[in-house]
């Protein structure tokens, strides 16, 4: 009974368009290949970003300098910067008083296709990453490349990747915050790492998204199962 309820709340999502952070999978092969959910591209001159609750992409603000993401720039979906993401950066660093920016996880997806549509599902290969503080917030950002790209996707290590591109993104981070003429926002990269360490983070989000989240599906049939049983 219990999994006929889960089917059937799995198939009400397919009815309706999904919320992009929690109604679309993750994929069935991640972390080794995630579905990402594209707010921004680099022909985007407004920073957009998910709305949290109505999961719709909202305008965040204009950019007001000429900082532009040089990549597709998203997050993983069913993915959380909490405990684990924190505990990590921790360790890898060495620093204290960490912890998560409570947001899904970024990412970066390098493309040579002149990709102009954002609001889009893209799967992607993680290579690397930065591990990024901003304001004593974890804020990873995975780095991976389009599955299939004619280009990028003989990259299987962010050692492989041009350190052009590597350095074009890491200027973009450490940047984009900044407004001339006032202080500079505490943004850092503590770390630039590889695949496997890319693989560990996504693991650690995943584990912070179901101890905040749960598995909703699982959650709606106990509680449709519950109100049966009252009656």
Not at 70 to 78: D, E, H, I
Not at 170 to 197: D, M, Q
Not at 219 to 230: H, K
């Amino acid at each position: 009974m219990e999994k006929q309820f889960s089917q059937l709340w799995q198939k009400l999502g397919r009815r309706y368009q999904s919320h992009p952070w929690h109604g679309i999978d993750i994929g069935a092969d991640a972390p080794n290949i995630v579905m990402s959910f594209i707010e921004m591209t680099p022909s985007d001159t407004v920073k957009y970003e998910i709305d949290k609750e109505s999961g719709f992409i909202k305008v965040d603000r204009p950019q007001k300098f000429s900082n532009i993401v040089p990549a597709l720039y998203g997050f993983v979906p069913q993915t959380y910067c909490g405990e684990q993401v924190a505990e990590e950066c921790m360790l890898a660093t060495g620093k204290t008083g960490i912890i998560g920016d409570k947001d899904p996880l970024d990412i970066c997806v390098l493309t040579e296709r002149n990709i102009t549509q954002g609001n889009i599902i893209v799967p992607a290969i993680p290579i690397g990453g930065f591990r990024m503080i901003d304001d004593n917030e974890a804020d990873d950002k995975i780095i991976a490349v389009l599955k299939g790209d004619q280009i990028y996707s003989k990259y299987q290590d962010i050692l492989d990747c041009p350190e052009s591109i590597i350095n074009r993104l890491r200027h973009y981070f450490l940047t984009y915050k900044n407004i001339p003429g006032e202080e500079s926002a505490k943004v850092e990269i503590a770390e630039t790492y590889g695949r496997e360490k890319a693989l560990s983070v996504i693991k650690k989000s995943q584990m912070d998204y179901k101890a905040m989240f749960g598995n909703i599906e699982d959650e709606m049939s106990q509680a449709t199962l519950n109100i049966m049983r009252v009656r």
